[in-house]
């Protein structure tokens, strides 16, 4: 089955800097790729994803790239603020209609002012 | 629309005790998932119903249980619960065709 391994487990950056999670797939089948966004006391919430056929997706400062050849994706958020604070989550699933999405274990990312 | 519901918040149990977790969702979606999230393991699916009427196991099932009591309400039970399960959680629900998952606020269980 489908293994993903995300690092690095914690990031702490100042505000306006940039931040890069990465995750590894293991099934060359997957072909979606989901971020995950958890904020304190709350359940984890869709912030970008990227299918295969995409290798890069953008939305305001969140990026996601995608290298199929080396199994790995990333989330790029740059000018970060306070309120990027949580636990990313990215996952991986083979997109047959139904998903059954495997995640990462999760990066705290902590923005300081 | 109240998104996904879960009751309880909290609950403590003693090893043995069984409990049933409620999730509804008002959202008319096909598909729900029961998750378990621990420190540095990320969450992890127990069961999932594909559609009213079905559900399978996921990739963590021992010990539990579940039931798809009609397209919103999905319920998770321990029979006997054991302290490896204590843990955070987290319903979930999907639109048929649509990969996006909405979960819940999240259940956190405590078994003594």
């Not at chain 1, 056929?53 to 958020?77: C, M, P, Y």
């Not at chain 2, 969702?25 to 621990?38: A, F, G, I, K, T």
Request: glycine share 8%.
């Amino acid at each position: 089955g489908e293994n993903v391994e995300q690092h690095p487990s914690t990031l702490s950056v100042q505000e306006g800097d940039s931040a890069v999670i990465k995750c590894t797939y293991s099934d060359s089948a997957s072909n979606y790729f989901p971020w995950y966004k958890q904020e304190l006391g709350k359940g984890p919430q869709l912030i970008i994803d990227i299918r295969s056929n995409v290798g890069e997706k953008k939305d305001q400062r969140i990026a996601v790239t995608l290298n199929k050849t080396a199994k790995h994706f990333s989330l790029h958020i740059t000018e970060t603020q306070p309120e990027d604070s949580a636990v990313y989550f990215c996952a991986a699933t083979e997109n047959t209609g139904f998903q059954k999405l495997v995640f990462g274990t999760g990066t705290r990312l902590l923005v300081s002012p | 629309n109240a998104g996904v519901t879960q009751t309880p918040k909290f609950q403590v149990l003693k090893t043995g005790q069984s409990m049933t977790l409620q999730c509804a969702q008002d959202m008319n979606h096909n598909s729900m998932y029961w998750y378990r999230q621990d420190p540095g393991m990320g969450l992890r699916l127990i069961y999932y119903s594909a559609s009213e009427g079905t559900t399978d196991k996921g990739e963590v099932p021992n010990g539990y249980n579940v039931s798809r009591l009609n397209k919103r309400e999905f319920s998770l039970r321990l029979e006997s619960a054991a302290p490896s399960q204590t843990s955070v959680y987290f319903c979930a629900s999907s639109k048929a065709g649509v990969n996006e998952q909405f979960f819940g606020p999240g259940t956190r269980l405590t078994v003594l």
